[in-house]
């Protein structure tokens, strides 16, 4: 049978007996014979049959099962056509079998590749292999088709390139593409012409084809456009010219043109010449224009300007020259004379005027005359006339320097000065304070300062020196004799004045003598001493006799030592030694180790009485130790006593800690519960040391050695969140590792927490600002002034005054509008700020004055943060909204220049819109400023214009070399005289020399002053 035919059911056989006619039949059952897989076996049925003489025979029926069939496979993966980049994953196919389906084992052989007719076309064959347990097997194939369709794909794209006719084309680009297919596609490439309007004008065409393994391809172009957009440019044209009107005839020149393209050489020029009248008679412009075009049509025009007429100004003769003179001898004034080289000319005086003003009677007055020729050509000159004040003003009162005592010191004296231009001088006082230890100097100093800024100083110097002793205020004690029983009176304090210190610091000292004289006194020496700050002392002793008593040295006392106690089976620090029964006063005791007394003597003791203690604290001792205690009366009569201070012993048993607690709730503020619950332990008993705390009926926190040190205010745990219902807390406090005690307490959670609308009220200045935080748990916050929508937001900061509110919502968006109110008032609660000015004066180089003038501040205070300024005494400039941030180098004005007479400014500094300071400074003028320069030594030369194939270009050049080390600035200008800038104007020596470059060729030879 086969594997998956049904076994048939056994059926009994019959059987027939040579004597018995109802044989027997048993059935003995059935048994299954394995081979080697598991579709093959046999099932061998047997029967047992016997007669009634018990002869037996057995017989057997045998079912032979076989596995014939191969497997089958259920989802081998189709046939396709793919391109060569998307071959697909192997997937395993499965099988099933008829009769040893749990055994299948289905194996991949592999793949066979077919080529085709290219290397991206071509078959692959992919094979599996079933087999079952009784060696049945098939197959199954896939069978790919590859194919290659796509084209190559370039890696770049190519531009479009513009040339011009005389440049060289660019090389061939490196052009790559990729293939899905081909790692090595090939690229050809073909070059085209095309012509355009001219010769010069064509284009360039590049064919690239990428085509891979299997002849897909494809192309690319790029287009070279070659032009010819550039004119031609004339080689030799003639510069501009300016020809005297005796000087008018100026040849025409034969020009020459070049093109940047072939032909290089341009035959078409063209020319034309125009005339244009001038403003005076004889005065015209020739203008001469060429014109150039290449073979393309490019082309360029150029004019050539000749000016013929009178460009020369008139002379002067007889001009007088430039003077210096004191502020009584200006001259009068001297008219020159004027010529002209082409017709006549006319003088006009300008009048004089006033220049480099330096003070009312120092000035440079400047007289011009201006020549003016026919064709309107003219020129200015002037006569410098220097005015000077160099003499300072004269004192001519006498004042001595003085030495005084400070309370004698003298007013300041009126001091006069005289000076030769100015009838109303200037007068400074100022007064400096000069300290050498106690002992200081006044110096005075007047400055005198003409309208000219000239100076003369007087200083008096004043001495003041201090040789009185300071004196006492109070009535001085007496001196005194008492008895040996009598008190001591307790030394007053006393005080001092000095005639130029003022309060001065009286120092007290106390010693005792002792005499002999039949009995023994002692006498108390009580000495002051009052020293002012330039030494001076006054001095003063007090004497108290102390009469001696009769000595008695009978002494009567009784010590007590007590032994530590015992507090929960620990020694406390409480053991005592203390003096008991000791009858008198003015006692000392001391007391030492040991049964011989070598403890302090009787000076360096302490007064006792009964019941004085001389040793406490003492905590638990091993053994007993013995003290020796001595009793003075006086310091020759004592008495000495030793005494035990015994051990104790304390038990080991746990005395347990005690405490109150407390829980206190959450908090409720303006609606918003906090997170501010405590619990809290209170009369804590000595014995606790550590503490521990859990939530629940029973303790499960830390042990003794993790336990927290009990906190100072008792406070064990803060900062709690509201709990949603009841807590309960235990709280374990220590006194040791095992001993301890436990309670319980609840904390209740907060329910009741409404808002309770507290308004607050603000000062606020004009300079603060205040920020306002809206409470916890809200959202969409808008700000409120006044009633009027001025925010958003958590925060807002108020910078004026008024009525600020909020609302918002809640988490859950319910609105919430609070009831509280900020109320800000305006009040004037600045500080004036502290500061200090100075004024430093133009410095001097090499002679001139520079403008580097300022005045500044220092030492400005954390409050100050705008300034205004002002020329004058009084300020009457910007206030605090429209002044100026203080700069960071404190500098208010700089690049000042030298003023004629000194200057008075007046600074504001602000700490507010209202709070503020005002000082004043002076800016005096630089009056010593002479010019002792050395006079710079260097070599000039002019470059002449270069020649260029027959053109002369504008490339003249003027330049100084060899320059002294004392050079800063250079200047030049036209002529043999030099009108050039000053030395204020001019320029910075040039890095390479070449004071003025890129000139063109004159037309005759021109001197250049430098």
């Known amino acids: 049978m086969n594997c998956t035919d049904i076994i048939p059911a056994s059926q009994e056989p019959k059987a027939v007996d040579n004597c018995d006619n109802n044989v027997t039949i048993v059935y003995l059952g059935e048994s299954k014979i394995n081979t080697n897989c598991i579709g093959n076996y046999t099932i061998v049925r047997k029967w047992q049959i016997s007669d009634n003489c018990n002869n037996e025979t057995i017989v057997s029926q045998n079912i032979i099962v076989k596995d014939a069939s191969a497997p089958v496979f259920t989802n081998v993966p189709s046939n ?3 391109e060569c980049d998307a071959i697909p994953d192997v997937i395993n196919p499965t099988a099933n079998d008829n009769c040893s389906q749990n055994n299948l084992n289905v194996i991949y052989s592999g793949v066979v590749k077919t080529n085709g007719k290219c290397a991206g076309n071509y078959t692959l064959t992919r094979t599996w292999i079933a087999s079952d347990n009784c060696g049945n097997s098939s197959t ?12 190559p794909v370039f890696t770049s794209l190519l531009s479009d390139i513009s040339v011009n006719c005389d440049e060289q084309l660019p090389p061939l680009p490196i052009v790559r593409a990729t293939d899905n297919c081909d790692n090595n596609v090939e690229i050809s490439v073909s070059v085209t012409y095309q012509n355009g309007a001219c010769n010069n004008n064509y284009q360039v065409i590049r064919t690239f084809t990428a085509t891979d393994d299997c002849g897909n391809a494809t192309t690319q172009i790029q287009k070279i456009y070659v032009g010819d957009n550039t004119p031609p440019q004339f080689v030799n044209f003639p510069a501009d010219i300016n020809a005297e009107c005796t000087q008018i005839n100026v040849a025409i020149p034969t020009l020459v043109a070049t093109d940047n393209c072939s032909p290089f050489s341009v035959s078409n020029i063209t020319f034309k010449q125009d005339s244009i009248p001038g403003n005076c008679n004889g005065a015209y412009t020739l203008i001469r224009t060429w014109k150039a075009t290449d073979v393309c049509g490019n082309s360029v025009s150029k004019s050539q300007n000749i000016k013929i007429g009178d460009s020369t100004p008139p002379s002067f003769a007889n001009f007088p020259s430039d003077v210096t003179v004191d502020c009584k001898g200006v001259p009068t004034v001297q008219n020159p004379s004027v010529t002209d080289n082409c017709g006549n000319a006319t003088i006009k005086y300008n009048g004089d005027i006033k220049t480099d003003i330096v003070c009312l009677d120092g000035y440079t007055l400047e007289r011009s005359w201006t020549a003016t020729d026919e064709c309107g050509n003219s020129l200015t000159k002037t006569q410098k006339i220097v005015v000077k ?57 007047w400055l005198a300062i003409d309208n000219c800024g000239n100076r003369t100083n007087k200083v008096q110097n004043i001495n003041v020196i201090d040789n009185t002793k300071p004196v006492f205020n109070e009535i001085l004690p007496i001196d005194i004799t008492i008895s040996c029983n009598d008190n001591i009176p307790t030394a007053p304090i006393l005080t001092a004045s000095d005639n130029c210190s003022g309060v001065t610091k009286v120092s007290y000292t106390e010693s005792m003598d002792t005499i002999k004289n039949g009995v023994i006194n002692k006498i108390i020496n009580r000495n002051w001493v009052a020293k002012d700050s330039c030494g001076n002392e006054a001095a003063y002793l007090q004497k108290i006799t102390i009469l001696e008593c009769a000595v008695n040295c009978d002494l009567s006392f009784n010590i007590i030592a ?44 302490n007064y006792v009485n009964s019941n ?68 809290c332990l209170s009369n804590i008993s000595a014995n606790s040391v550590k503490v521990g705390y859990s939530e629940g009926n029973i303790y499960n926190g830390p042990d003794f050695a993790n336990a927290a040190t009990i906190p100072t205010n008792g406070c064990i745990a803060t900062n709690l969140a509201n709990p949603t219902n009841k807590l309960t807390y235990t709280i374990r406090v220590y006194s040791d590792v095992n001993c301890y005690t436990d309670k319980s307490i609840e904390l209740e959670p907060t329910t009741n927490c409404n808002p309770e609308c507290v308004d607050k009220s603000f000062n606020i200045c004009g300079n603060e600002s205040y920020t306002l935080t809206a409470q916890d748990g809200l959202f969409n916050i808008q700000w409120f002034k006044d009633g009027v929508l001025v925010g958003n937001g958590k925060t807002y900061i108020v910078t004026i005054p008024g009525t600020y509110t909020y609302n918002g919502v809640d988490i859950n968006g319910c609105p919430y509008n609070t009831c509280c109110k900020s109320i800000f008032t305006s009040i004037n609660c600045c500080v004036d700020p502290t500061f200090n000015v100075s004024a430093t004066s133009v410095s001097c180089l090499n002679g001139v004055l520079q403008n580097d003038g300022k005045i500044c501040i220092s030492n400005i205070s ?7 300024i002002v020329e004058g005494i009084s300020y009457n400039g910007v206030d605090f909204a429209n002044a100026t941030l203080i700069p960071t180098n404190g500098c208010l004005l700089t690049n000042l220049t030298n003023p004629t007479t000194f200057k008075l400014y007046t600074i504001r500094v602000f700490s507010g819109s209202t709070c503020y300071r005002d000082e004043v400074v002076m800016f005096y003028p630089n009056t010593n400023c002479n010019s002792n320069c050395t006079a710079p030594t260097y070599s000039a030369n002019a470059t002449t214009v270069s020649c260029v194939n027959g053109v002369l270009l504008v490339d003249g050049k003027i330049c100084i070399s060899n320059v002294g080390a004392n050079a800063t600035k250079a200047g030049y200008s036209e002529g043999t005289v030099y009108s050039g800038p000053s030395y204020a104007a001019a320029n910075n020596l040039p890095i390479g020399g070449c004071l003025v470059t890129n000139l063109p060729n004159p037309s005759v030879a021109k001197t250049i002053c430098s």
């Open 612 to 679: 004085t203690c001389l040793l406490n604290n003492v905590g638990a001792i091993t053994g007993n130790i013995q003290f020796t205690i001595r009793i003075y009366k006086s310091k020759d009569c004592f008495r000495d006593t030793t005494v035990k201070l015994y051990s104790i012993s304390c038990g080991d048993g746990c005395k347990k800690t005690d405490f109150d607690i407390t829980a206190n709730s959450a908090s409720c503020v303006n609606g918003v519960i906090l997170s501010d619950g405590k619990i």
């Open 862 to 868: 954390s409050n100050a943060t705008k300034y205004g």
């Open 389 to 445: 004040d160099n003499q300072s003003p004269i004192l001519t009162t006498q004042i001595a320097d003085i030495t005084v005592s400070c309370e004698n010191i003298p007013n300041s004296s009126n001091v006069t000065f005289t000076d030769n231009c100015d009838d109303d001088i200037l007068l400074v006082f100022k007064q400096d304070t000069i300290k050498q230890n106690c002992l200081y100097s006044l110096k005075r100093t």
């Open 80 to 82: 396709v056509t793919v």
């Open 140 to 151: 199954a194939t896939q069978v790919i088709s590859v194919v290659d369709t796509k084209i």
């Open 562 to 605: 007590s032994p530590s106690t015992c507090t929960n089976n620990q020694a406390n620090y409480d053991g005592k030694i203390c003096i008991n029964q000791l009858s008198g006063t003015n006692f000392k005791a001391g007391i030492s180790l040991g049964t011989t007394y070598d403890g302090p003597q009787y000076d360096f003791l």
